[in-house]
């Protein structure tokens, strides 16, 4: 269902978002709350469309944790499982007498070899397990070099470290109101410079009896500061020459209006340009409310101090 709303036919929309307007072909939100897109690619096959590194580098820390202990102890099973077939016999310093404590003994001379530790006690002497145990000194240089090159990837990778506010309020502004949000560099020690905002509206509208979707940069009080040090309220005037003029909550639902947001600045620390994206859906915006001030001066007076938990609290107004 398209709004009944008509926005200012002198505003002009966008058509460089990257998005069609084709609204029988599209699901939920453009953009998800962590800035990635919300699309999903078939039709060739899986093992064409995915790149194991650029996942791994994109994968949320404990994830990465797991899908390295995991790759470990796979293989050092695949191999103990090796060493099995081969036999017992061909291996010397082996003091287990049951079954499981062979597999057990087997398994740890596994990943010390795959470790290139080598204790020593446990030695093949077989010509088959001393091939399979070379094989797997390769297998475990590749694998350790892998996962350093992985580390690496993951610390040097410029990241913005923003955080947005979960909302954004439709606020009192000068003599109407305005659609607010709030987002704050939340790392010590991590400076951004030439800090550029873009926030774009996406709203469904009804066209020669279609619904299609309509997008439009917001213009906002303020798209560009020099520095991040505090905490940054964006705000887009609601007036004459903004396309949610007059929108009530209800306009909003049946508009299936988006807010997408596009933070761009320069990192002294990675020396690099860094950027991140978010979104708000119209069951995130919130009518008649306040943000709380989130900042207040040390008690000697001679720090102002950031409130982070206090980001996301606003009043009723």
Same mark, same amino acid.
């Given at each position: 269902?398209?709004?009944?709303?008509l !926005? /200012?036919?002198?505003?002009?929309?966008?058509?460089?978002?990257?998005?069609?307007?084709?609204?029988?072909?599209?699901?939920g939100?453009?953009?998800?709350?962590?800035?990635?897109?919300?699309? *999903?690619?078939?039709?060739?096959?899986?093992?064409?469309?995915?790149?194991? @590194?650029?996942?791994?580098?994109n994968?949320?820390?404990?994830?990465?944790?797991?899908?390295?202990?995991?790759?470990?102890?796979?293989? /050092?099973?695949?191999? #103990?499982?090796?060493? $099995?077939?081969?036999?017992?016999?061909?291996?010397?310093? !082996?003091?287990?007498t049951?079954?499981?404590?062979?597999?057990?003994?087997?398994?740890?001379?596994?990943?010390?070899?795959?470790?290139?530790?080598?204790?020593?006690?446990?030695?093949?002497?077989?010509?088959?397990?001393?091939?399979?145990?070379?094989?797997?000194?390769?297998?475990?240089?590749?694998?350790?070099?892998?996962?350093?090159?992985?580390?690496?990837?993951?610390?040097?990778?410029?990241?913005? @470290?923003?955080?947005?506010?979960?909302?954004?309020?439709?606020?009192?502004?000068?003599?109407?109101?305005?659609?607010?949000?709030? $987002?704050?560099?939340?790392?010590?020690?991590?400076?951004?410079?030439?800090?550029?905002?873009?926030?774009?509206?996406?709203?469904?509208?009804?066209?020669?009896?279609?619904?299609?979707?309509?997008?439009?940069?917001?213009?906002?009080? *303020?798209? *560009?500061?020099?520095?991040?040090?505090?905490?940054? #309220?964006?705000?887009?005037?609601?007036?004459?020459e903004?396309?949610?003029q007059?929108?009530?909550?209800?306009?909003?639902?049946?508009?299936?209006?988006?807010?997408?947001?596009?933070?761009?600045?320069?990192?002294?620390?990675?020396?690099?340009?860094?950027?991140?994206?978010?979104?708000?859906?119209?069951?995130?915006?919130?009518?008649?409310?306040?943000?709380?001030?989130?900042?207040?001066?040390?008690?000697?007076? *001679? #720090? #102002?101090?950031?409130?982070l938990?206090?980001?996301?609290?606003?009043?009723?107004?």
């Amino acid at each position: 269902m398209a709004s009944r709303k008509l !926005v /200012n036919r002198f505003i002009k929309s966008n058509n460089d978002t990257g998005f069609g307007s084709n609204a029988s072909n599209y699901g939920g939100r453009f953009i998800n709350k962590d800035g990635s897109f919300n699309l *999903r690619k078939d039709g060739i096959p899986i093992w064409e469309r995915f790149s194991l @590194f650029h996942s791994m580098l994109n994968l949320p820390a404990w994830k990465f944790i797991v899908v390295i202990v995991i790759g470990f102890v796979a293989i /050092n099973i695949g191999f #103990t499982f090796l060493y $099995l077939i081969t036999g017992v016999q061909e291996f010397t310093g !082996v003091i287990a007498t049951n079954e499981w404590s062979i597999i057990r003994e087997l398994y740890f001379f596994s990943t010390e070899t795959f470790s290139t530790v080598g204790y020593g006690r446990v030695n093949p002497v077989g010509s088959t397990a001393n091939f399979i145990a070379s094989f797997e000194a390769l297998t475990g240089s590749l694998f350790f070099a892998l996962v350093t090159g992985l580390l690496y990837g993951r610390f040097s990778k410029p990241k913005a @470290f923003l955080l947005f506010t979960k909302k954004a309020l439709i606020s009192p502004y000068k003599n109407a109101t305005g659609l607010m949000f709030r $987002l704050v560099s939340y790392k010590d020690n991590h400076n951004l410079t030439n800090v550029e905002v873009m926030v774009n509206l996406s709203l469904l509208e009804q066209e020669n009896d279609k619904s299609v979707y309509k997008f439009y940069n917001l213009t906002l009080e *303020r798209s *560009r500061i020099d520095n991040l040090p505090m905490n940054l #309220t964006v705000v887009h005037p609601i007036d004459e020459e903004s396309p949610l003029q007059g929108f009530t909550l209800e306009d909003m639902i049946a508009a299936d209006v988006e807010v997408t947001v596009l933070v761009r600045a320069f990192d002294d620390v990675y020396s690099a340009t860094v950027l991140q994206r978010t979104s708000y859906t119209f069951e995130e915006i919130k009518f008649n409310a306040k943000f709380v001030q989130m900042y207040r001066e040390s008690e000697d007076g *001679r #720090t #102002t101090i950031i409130e982070l938990d206090k980001l996301n609290e606003y009043n009723e107004v």
